[in-house]
């Protein structure tokens, strides 16, 4: 099982498009995917979970990722945040 | 005649003079039922999604035409939810668990997330609640032109 941590970085935050953009990243790979936030626990692969994460900008997100391809999630999904969801 | 003034806050200027409509969301009446065919039950949950699908992925395309695809966007993840793996899993585990109506799990299970977001202090996400509300009520309206014992 592998543990990140990320923050928002971009203005608007986890709006609908990125958490529908984050599901369609997780839904590429096997491993299970979870998002921890202020004791909220969500899968990342549902989209009425994700969106119902209230994280705006500045808000810090555990995620875990478990399953035999669970490098290469964390990588693609660490990078998306990073990236600030593609709106820096 | 009747006249009737309404006042509110100019969104474009200008005069018009059309038809007024007035908007009312229908509420949709949830009566907890058993069930006894579960499967009947269960095939017309996945009719009745795939029926909103069709109306959704319309919807979608007019919004695309008319707004662009990025702010077409929301549609699209309302299509989504019709396909979210874990909120249909729950409810038709429950559907199979509880022998209750799927309205009525339907309506239970969405609320769930609703009920989350109706507590947030932002704006934005007591208005993401309505969108969950309109996908909830679009697969319940489906529902309910079915029938079964």
Known sequence: MIEKEVEIINNAGLHTRPAATIVKIAAKFNSDFFINKDGMHINGKSIIGVMTLAAEKGSKLKLTFDGDDEKEAAEAIVDYFERGFDEL | ?149
Do not use: C
């Open chain 2, 1 to 149: 005649m009747k006249n009737n003034v309404l006042k509110g806050i100019a969104a474009a200027p200008g005069i018009s003079i059309a038809t007024a409509y007035r908007y009312e969301k229908e509420v949709e009446n949830i009566i907890d039922e058993s069930i006894d065919n579960v499967e009947e039950a269960l095939n017309n949950l996945d009719e009745s999604i795939q029926k909103s699908k069709k109306e959704l992925k319309k919807i979608f395309d007019l919004a695309v035409t008319k707004m662009g695809e990025k702010r077409a966007g929301i549609f699209e993840a309302q299509m989504m939810i019709l396909e979210d793996p874990v909120l249909l899993d729950n409810i038709k585990e429950r559907i199979k668990k509880e022998r209750r109506a799927p309205i009525f799990i339907v309506d239970d299970e969405f609320s769930k997330y609703q009920k989350i977001l109706a507590q947030s202090q932002e704006t934005y996400l007591k208005e993401r609640g309505h969108d969950i509300d309109d996908i909830k009520n679009r697969i319940i309206r489906n529902l309910k032109k079915k029938k079964w014992k």
